[in-house]
């Protein structure tokens, strides 16, 4: 008789499905990290945009679900042309996070987000890249002049009433308070008082640009059911979230590259089940806590 393979990677299930993701712009952005873990450049098309259509169809599917949060991302979900409409739509059923590296939010843009903000009852909010409040460090990996066109796409979002979150890779493994003071202090310079919430610092997923740039995952850095043994994995973001990008649903952002991430061609056929990927899974079990929603 054949010897059974009893080896079977850990899973994480779907408790309820609160927060819903729209991949926008596939992996096309006006920016080219150095440690984007999708790869993502102004020359990669590798992925369709995601059309106005297939949103309106998925929002009608969920619309009894109980969705609680919808979040549009990219690539750089400015770029896509109806972004907009997009917004509009998204803001009819609930509130929007937008994760933008903020380059392209100049005052006109702000004003008038504000002004689609107004006709609804939900809120869009704003999570804007930046991964150092020092010039130097921050455009060592985002790239020369980032610094100051996300600076000054956070200052006319807070002109205009907005509440923005800065999203930080903790790159250089900097004590994480000390490294949320200092953006706390950045924005503070603003004419509005951030809180902790203002700040959200996201684990490194060593894949793509960063495993190029930097380094991969170390032979032990993989998810066990013994590293998993002190985790919460209902904090894990694939517990209460999806994505839906052009090509179908994956688990989470961070496998949107890798296409054992990819667990369904539409959210009703979509597995509720997940089963983790050894290496990008383990920057989950390192941190314990959700990667990619907002920290409230
Ligand atoms: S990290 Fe964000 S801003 Fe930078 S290239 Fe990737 S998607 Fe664009
Ligand atoms: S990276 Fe984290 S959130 Fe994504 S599938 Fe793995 S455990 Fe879940």
């Known amino acids: ?9 850990p899973s994480v299930e779907l408790k309820k499905l609160t927060s819903l993701w729209f991949l926008l712009t596939g992996f096309t952005c006006n920016l080219k990290c150095r ?19 297939k949103i309106k169809t998925v929002l009608e599917s969920v619309k009894d679900e109980g969705i609680e949060e919808i979040y549009l991302s ?22 929007v996070t937008m994760l933008t590296n903020g380059t392209l939010i100049n005052d006109k843009k702000a004003r008038f987000l504000r002004q689609i903000e107004q006709d609804y009852d939900y809120e869009l909010i704003f999570r804007v890249s930046l991964d150092h409040y020092t ?11 980032s610094f100051r066109k996300v600076v000054s796409g956070l ?25 949320k003071n200092g953006f706390l202090k950045l924005l503070s310079k603003f004419d509005f008082h951030p809180t902790d919430i203002n700040v959200k610092i996201i684990p490194l997923i060593k894949s793509g640009e ?12 993989i998810v066990t059911r013994q590293g998993l043994k002190n985790c919460d994995t209902s904090l894990f973001d694939c517990a209460n ?10 688990a989470c952002p961070a496998l949107l590259n890798d296409p054992r991430g990819r ?11 997940i089963y983790m990927e050894p290496n990008i899974c383990y920057s989950c079990q390192a941190s314990n806590k959700n990667m990619f929603t907002n920290n409230w």
């Open 135 to 145: 010039e130097l460090k921050n455009d060592e990996i985002r790239g020369r002049g």
């Open 35 to 53: 440690h984007c873990y999708l790869g993502c450049s102004q020359t990669n098309k590798s992925r369709n945009y995601l059309n106005l259509d």
């Open 263 to 273: 667990i369904g061609s539409t959210l009703s056929e979509a597995s509720t089940k």
């Open 74 to 95: 990219g690539g750089e979900p400015f770029l896509h042309r109806d972004i907009n409409n997009i917004i509009r739509h998204c803001l009819k059923f609930n509130n």
């Open 1 to 9: 008789m054949a010897t059974q393979l009893i080896f079977q990677a």
């Open 241 to 250: 979230s999806r994505v839906v990008a052009e090509d179908g649903i994956y």
């Open 155 to 179: 200052e006319n979002l807070v002109n205009y009433g907005f509440n923005p979150i800065v999203s930080v890779v903790n790159i250089w493994d900097e004590d994480e308070e000390s490294l």
């Open 210 to 221: 960063y495993e190029k740039n930097y380094s991969a995952y170390k032979e032990d850095d």
